[in-house]
Structures are given as C-alpha cells and as structure tokens.
C-alpha cells in the first residue's frame, strides 16, 4: 500500500509560477514511475507529466516547455515546477504512484490561475 500526500496547491495569477510536491509513504521504496495528473469538471482526468525512476520523462503536450517534473528517488517524493501558468491550467492536481503493478494516488491539491 502507498499512501501520497501532495502540497502546494493554491491560487496564482496567470504567467505566474506554482510548485506541487508528492511525498509517498517512508516505508515505500523504488517507486517506478511517478508523476502528476489532473481532473477539471466534467473532463476526464489527464495526464500532465510523469518520470520513471531511471528517469524517463512524458509529458502532455500542453504543458511542455513550461512544466518541469522531476523526483528525489531517496524520499520518494515528485515534483512539478509549473512556469507561464495559465488559466486553463485551472484544475484539481493528483500525484500518482506505480508500484508493484499497482497504481496509487493522492487526494488532490487545487491549482487556480486567475487574475
């Protein structure tokens, strides 16, 4: 069982910066892929970005060139360093978590671009 606990959601202005940060379980270890997802009302939640633990990246063309993931395989925590936010990156963000064959995910955290 891994448990996720995301931070730093919130609000910001668009063009503005936002950092989310993913601590999974102390007691889990080498964690394959993690990353971020997200889910706005009555969509389908999408991918954002994930890194592999030998660090492979994949991102939604959306957010590339603005969005940086990136992970501390020594706590097994994932970043996501979100630049040149826009309000349509307005959503509800999940962590996500694949181990053992399992998939994993946190609550949520709420990421609102608005002026």
């Known amino acids: 069982q891994v448990q996720l606990v995301e931070s730093g959601g919130g609000l910001v202005q668009p063009g503005g910066s936002l950092r989310l940060s993913c601590a999974a379980s102390?007691?889990?270890?080498?964690?394959?892929?993690m990353g971020w997802y997200r889910q706005t009302p009555g969509k389908q939640r999408e991918l954002v970005a994930t890194?592999?633990?030998?660090?492979?990246?994949n991102y939604a063309d959306s957010v590339k060139g603005r969005f940086i993931v990136s992970r501390d395989n020594g706590k097994s925590t994932v970043y996501l360093q979100m630049s040149s936010l826009k309000p349509e990156d307005t959503a509800v963000y999940y962590c996500?978590?694949?181990?053992?064959?399992?998939?994993?995910w946190g609550k949520g955290t709420l990421v609102t671009v608005s002026s």
């Open positions: 890194m592999t633990r030998g660090g492979n990246t």
């Open positions: 996500n978590a694949n181990y053992l064959g399992g998939d994993y």
């Open positions: 102390a007691t889990v270890f080498n964690i394959n892929t």
